[in-house]
């Protein structure tokens, strides 16, 4: 059981350049989350889909956008990096039942760098 | 806005000596309240959560935590560390019936021998 699965583990880019960073969950859960984490900040919140079909802004959203693929997959793209993204990506699900969030399931992370 | 600050950017202990890591939380109603952990190149893992009732919550590894509302905090404890807990320890808390959790900043903690 692979649980959340994020793909790649390691990018180098440069400034301008897009990507698309993959996120896929096979636990059956509703709800999906992307977090960027830097030192000193703890995990801040990108985008959130509560469940298939909808996506919503979190913290940081800005030079972010998501796409929510299918109940097990969700996408995040940045359409023209800045060194200021230069962080740690994870992304999350979550099971429905408490009405809200709940325990979040973590991937392994994505390193990105741009130069 | 909701906040979470855990006071301590990192702790050293000795092994077998016991823990308290520090969490302090702004949120107007009772929050969804968690602790996870996370392993050096590794993803979050949860430890424990409170949602509600009995305030003292028993966790994954030895850990506990303790609900004080009159002092909005909800500080992890272990009675004693082992070298394997060495990691980074955050708090979190949940809006509830909302899907925006909110992290602190962290706590590493570091075990001597």
């Known amino acids: 059981n692979a649980g959340v699965t994020q793909t790649p583990k390691f990018q180098v880019l440069k400034t301008g350049q897009s990507m698309t960073l993959q996120c896929a969950q096979d636990m059956n859960h509703n709800s999906m989350y992307w977090y960027r984490q830097d030192p000193g900040m703890g995990l801040r919140l990108i985008y959130y889909?509560?469940?298939?079909?909808?996506?919503d802004k979190g913290e940081v959203p800005n030079g972010y956008n998501v796409s929510r693929l299918n109940k097990r997959e969700f996408s995040l793209r940045l359409e023209s990096a800045a060194p200021s993204q230069t962080s740690v990506y994870f992304c999350?699900?979550?099971?429905?039942?408490?009405?809200?969030?709940?325990?979040?399931?973590f991937g392994e992370g994505s390193r990105l760098t741009v130069l | 806005a909701q906040s979470v600050t855990q006071p301590d950017i990192h702790i050293t202990v000795s092994e077998g000596a016991s823990l308290e890591l520090r969490c302090n939380y702004s949120?107007?109603?009772?929050?969804?309240l968690f602790w996870y952990v996370q392993s050096p190149g590794q993803g979050l893992q949860l430890l424990l959560k409170y949602f509600s009732g009995d305030t003292l919550v028993q966790g994954i590894k030895g850990f506990e935590a303790e609900f004080k509302r009159s002092q909005s905090s909800f500080n992890l404890r272990k009675p004693s560390v082992h070298w394997s807990d060495a990691a980074e320890y955050f708090c979190a808390v949940e809006n509830t019936g909302g899907f925006k959790t909110i992290f602190g900043a962290g706590t590493r903690l570091f075990v001597k021998a």
């Open positions: 889909s509560a469940s298939e079909g909808t996506t």
């Open positions: 999350a699900s979550s099971a429905p039942g408490t009405g809200g969030a709940g325990e979040l399931f």
């Open positions: 949120y107007g109603a009772t929050p969804y």
